[in-house]
């Protein structure tokens, strides 16, 4: 019997789909896969897999929060604060998740938790199945990946009595949600993951790097990332357009969030239309002020549409900035 992976996943698209079944294929012959999603999927990803375990409900919940997304680079660093009321969909992840620990925590006694959207190369495929042993030799029980007052959960791994005891499980988002505010969380489950060791004093019996991007760095993630202001085409770097720190410019800001490209692809950027820069997937990052000729206005990443409002980007309300180096 090998280790127990648990593989999330919500598949719109046939592009999802495609990602999702090349994921669970270049893991497949180290991990006994549990797939658990929202939506259906085909056959040919359930003969990759061990076991498929389909819940349709996918609730959504609305929260006010400020979080903090954050990176610091050679020529610049950020911070990007969503100000505003939200949709989640954490609870429903989680419940995803423990609806495997439910069905199969008498067959293994820990599991591997990873976001069907990332292609793990053959080297750091390896090292994710080292993470029990990391964990076992410590003795510990759990390896997570942190920034500040987050634990990502694009991969983990904890044993299943570790996540009953800290994080719980809930019959219903109520039940998080009121959870949530016991511990001092806003219910993203990065944060809640973070605030329920906190609360339980258990930081202690787990390993928590702070190196996530350089700990797999041949590997791809977050490949379909898509957010409110993108068309919905799957896209592997982070973009935005934010405040330049201490003054009324704006910048563009294109972090390439693939860490390796076997092919080095190109992307025009037009800003209204009109050319401004280029930009490469798998090996740059690019900041740029901008000055576009109307408030509202359209950035276009090669077929990639996103649409921004300058006099939000720099309203008074918001604390998200580019800092130049």
């Not at 939506?39 to 349709?56: A, G, L, W």
């Not at 570790?162 to 219910?187: P, T, V």
């Not at 906190?198 to 379909?224: A, C, H, M, R």
């Not at 770097?237 to 720190?245: A, K, P």
Request: with cysteine; charged share 25%.
């Amino acid at each position: 019997m090998n280790d127990l992976l648990i593989v999330g996943a919500y598949i719109n698209s046939q592009e999802g789909e495609n990602v999702l079944y090349e994921s669970v294929k270049r893991l497949s012959g180290l991990f006994d896969i549990a797939l658990v999603t929202h939506t259906p999927v085909s056959e040919r990803i359930q003969k990759q897999v061990k076991y498929f375990i389909y819940d349709h409900r996918n609730e959504l919940f609305v929260n006010e929060v400020s979080t903090v997304y954050w990176g610091d680079y050679p020529t610049f660093d950020y911070e990007i604060h969503p100000d505003g009321f939200r949709k989640y969909h954490s609870f429903a992840v989680y419940r995803s998740i423990t609806n495997a620990v439910k069905l199969l925590s008498n067959e293994y006694d820990s599991f591997t938790y990873i976001e069907g959207d990332w292609w793990f190369s053959p080297e750091d495929a390896l090292k994710l199945k080292r993470l029990k042993t990391m964990a076992i030799e410590n003795k510990k029980l759990g390896v997570f990946f942190s920034a500040p007052e987050f634990l990502h959960t694009n991969y983990f791994y904890c044993t299943m009595d570790f996540l009953k005891n800290i994080f719980q499980f809930f019959n219903s988002k109520e039940d998080y949600i009121y959870r949530c505010q016991q511990i001092g969380s806003h219910g993203q489950l990065e944060n809640y993951f973070y605030k329920a060791i906190e609360f339980n004093n258990s930081f202690n019996k787990v390993i928590v790097e702070t190196l996530l991007d350089n700990y797999f760095p041949t590997t791809q993630g977050n490949l379909n990332v898509a957010n409110e202001k993108n068309t919905n085409n799957a896209i592997t770097y982070i973009t935005d357009v934010l405040r330049v720190h201490g003054t009324d410019d704006i910048a563009f800001m294109y972090i390439n969030s693939a860490k390796l490209d076997t092919v080095l692809n190109e992307y025009t950027v037009k800003l209204d239309g009109e050319y401004i820069t280029t930009v490469y997937s798998g090996i740059f990052s690019v900041v740029l002020k901008i000055n576009p000729k109307n408030d509202k206005f359209l950035i276009e990443i090669g077929p990639n549409k996103f649409y921004y409002d300058k006099n939000k980007i720099l309203a008074d309300t918001t604390k998200s900035f580019i800092k130049l180096k």
